[in-house]
């Protein structure tokens, strides 16, 4: 429920903002051309008329535009913003009915992304008292100052709204992002769990069995020398099969220190099946085994952080994780189409993600590739065994 209600809100913003700044614009436009009962800084004329209407359109379309999903996430406000901003305080100051304010409304509610809210409020309440402060000079009107009162309250109550939304889809967010990294970790605990458990089994067969059968051998050669022919090749024969179990316990032992290496890939693959909109391949040698708790951590935690990273500030649709053995080190790289031009700067989320890296000895690295931006990551061969 809580995904629809947000895939929603992203259709019906920019539907909403722009059948807003269509009825302001024909009303204000019927009433100015027509009925003559909203007054203007300027006279109608043919002249005006195209002018005006021209900033209304662009306004119509700055407001579609900047509503646009694609802009909910960025940090910086786009082109389209400023646009509706601009157009909203121009139509504002050439008529002075506070029908024109609604359009301003429009771009408190959008700024709230992009701008601390001290600002925010600052502009809510601002630009309707300067408005007001101008059309009083320009031409007394005692509604002037009820006006400015008014739309600041709904600018306020405007941004309570906004606000409020990015808190919730932040704290949405946040709570996704934990979920996925409570069901990598439980999958890695599963996996270390496993490789202890038959970590403790090999030690357990060996210390128990390993010397009851040693000890059996033993006397098994001491009792073919003091019997009968017969009884003596029933007891070589027994010895022969007690150095059998003796093999096939060695093997099974073998066999339980073979797996004892982490198995990162479900936990990789239960945070790539929680990602939206992103196909990541995974490229995990084989041969590669991971044996420290401390080794598997770090890459998986800057597998999730990479990824989140991904899906957060850039428009990627495919990503990449590849692990191998290069020369005495272990290389993790992880890689997008996003088309990044430029490094990104060192937030907490990369600089955690370094910090790791370089605790365990190991080095991050940032490159720009063909497609976007490429994440490596060297581990000395010491961390990791290879099969």
Known sequence: MTIQRHQ???????????????????????LWVLDEQVSALVSVSQLSIAMITFVFV????????????QYFDQETPPAWFWM??????IVSLIFPSGLTQVLWILTIAKA???FHWRLCVGLAVSIPIALSLFHYIMAVNPYLWINAVLYSLFNLFALYISFTLISEKKAHGRAAELVNELT????LLAASSRRDERIQIARDLHDLSGHHLSALSLQLEIAKHTQGKDHEEAISQAGVIAHLLMSELREVVSVFRGHSSIQLEPALKAIIDNLPKLDVWLDWSPSIRIESNEEAEVLLRTCQEALTNIVKHTKATRAAILLKQKFNQIELRVL?????????QF??????????????GGKLSLSIGDNGLEITVLLARQHAAVA
């Open 58 to 69: 662009v306004n119509v379309i700055a407001n579609y535009c900047s509503s646009h999903p």
């Open 112 to 114: 709230s992304r992009y």
């Open 336 to 344: 997008d189409n996003g088309g990044l031009k430029s490094l990104p």
């Open 184 to 187: 990598a970790m439980q999958a």
């Open 84 to 89: 509706s901003a601009i157009s909203a305080v």
């Open 8 to 30: 929603f809100l992203r259709v019906a913003d920019p539907i909403l903002a722009t059948l807003t700044s269509i009825t302001v614009a024909v009303v204000t436009m019927y």
């Open 347 to 360: 937030g907490n989320g990369l600089q955690g993600m370094q910090e790791r890296v370089e605790k365990i």
